[in-house]
């Protein structure tokens, strides 16, 4: 059973055009929803996360939509660069206030930037 | 301040062998977790470790294993390997609060088994 949808399984994106990768889950119990960057031959890294108390987080280039009663989040790239290729991975976290906690990751989206 | 790392890079066992992988967690950090990475999957936890115990464990077999030392290194071992168990092992560590704290990864162990 996949907890964490994630979509589209790659997408291809021109050079400062906006990258979307969406993502559903099923468990009311998440509370935290971070995005993951990985390189290949890297670990995954934290780009940005959300609370479900916010609507909307914005870093620089990215940002994070969350709709609590759609169960849904997605993660915009503005102005994508080549150096954003990599593989994104959206993930969730079951009771974020307690001491027991494990990241439930999506299956990643391959993005390419082209010049 | 040094991250995460992992030994070895890379891994080629034969089925029905045991292997183990090491992780260092980074400066300031005592909790470690594991994960399985797929070829084009994400990440599955298997366990975590803290305070050399073992908290909290994700949908693996017995034979996946593991160690917490009191330097907050860890190791994960399995038994018995399966064709299926050819994926990239990555561990993350973090500092044990009372609320989620970041995950930070090392670069994987790329185990192979044939």
């Known amino acids: 059973q996949q907890q964490v949808k994630q979509s589209p399984q790659s997408l291809i994106v021109q050079k400062g055009g906006i990258s979307i990768i969406n993502c559903a889950y099923e468990?009311?119990?998440?509370?935290?929803f971070p995005w993951y960057q990985q390189f290949p031959g890297k670990g995954p890294a934290l780009l940005i996360a959300?609370?479900?108390?916010?609507s909307e987080k914005k870093e620089g280039r990215f940002t994070i939509s969350f709709n609590k009663s759609a169960k849904q989040f997605s993660l915009h790239i503005m102005d994508s660069q080549p150096g954003d290729s990599a593989t994104y991975f959206c993930a969730a976290v079951k009771n974020s206030g307690g001491s027991n906690y494990k990241l439930t990751f999506g299956k990643g989206t391959l993005l390419t930037v082209n010049p | 301040e040094t991250g995460v790392t992992q030994s070895p890079t890379h891994l080629i066992k034969t089925r029905g062998q045991q292997v183990t992988l090491r992780c260092s967690s980074q400066?300031?950090?005592?909790?470690v977790s594991w994960y399985q990475q797929a070829l084009g999957q994400g990440p599955q936890f298997i366990f975590q470790?803290?305070?050399?115990?073992?908290?909290g464990r994700g949908n693996f077999p017995p034979r996946f294993s593991g160690l917490q030392f009191p330097n907050y290194s860890s190791e994960l071992n399995v038994n018995a390997l399966e064709l299926d168990d050819s994926a990239l092992y990555l561990c993350?560590?973090?500092?044990?609060?009372?609320?989620?704290?970041?995950?930070?990864f090392g670069p994987g162990t790329r185990l192979t088994v044939l």
């Open positions: 470790y803290y305070r050399e115990e073992e908290n």
């Open positions: 468990n009311t119990a998440f509370d935290y």
């Open positions: 993350a560590s973090s500092s044990r609060q009372e609320s989620y704290n970041e995950q930070f």
């Open positions: 400066s300031g950090h005592n909790t």
């Open positions: 959300i609370r479900p108390d916010v």
